[in-house]
């Protein structure tokens, strides 16, 4: 089942850890209801204005979630869009986030297969 947490990613980011664990909780039930469900998502990484707390809630909201296989992208500028003019993060910092969220969700993987 494809679930589209994306918006998970700038709810967690904004400390909004409450938000988090309502998802998780609702994840969990499908998971309880559906055993052999298999939750897949995407998310990104390195959105404008994402600090390393933001980052970090992120990646404990992608291992309380365990989700069956997960997409990561880095944020890719895009004109015409709120966010082309906020503050860019480096895109050095961008792919180790990625990076780190990419081995993150390949442990679950292995763990869930």
């Known amino acids: 089942m494809g679930l589209e947490f994306n918006l998970a990613s ?5 400390d909004n850890i409450e938000w988090a664990s309502i998802l998780n909780n609702e ?3 499908l998971k309880t209801q559906i055993p052999d469900i298999a ?3 995407t998310f990104i990484a390195g959105f404008p204005g994402e600090d390393e707390t933001d980052f970090e809630n ?3 909201f992608i291992k309380k979630a365990k989700l069956f296989n997960c997409g ?4 890719s ?4 869009t709120k966010a082309y003019d906020m503050e860019q993060i480096d895109e050095e910092v961008k ?3 990625l990076l780190k969220l990419m081995r993150k969700q390949e442990k679950i993987s292995l763990e869930l297969n």
């Open 77 to 80: 500028r895009e004109e015409n």
């Open 72 to 75: 990561f992208f880095a944020y």
């Open 27 to 29: 994840i969990n039930k």
């Open 39 to 41: 939750i897949r998502s």
């Open 58 to 60: 992120l990646c404990e």
């Open 95 to 97: 792919e180790e986030r």
């Open 10 to 14: 700038t709810m967690v980011a904004k």
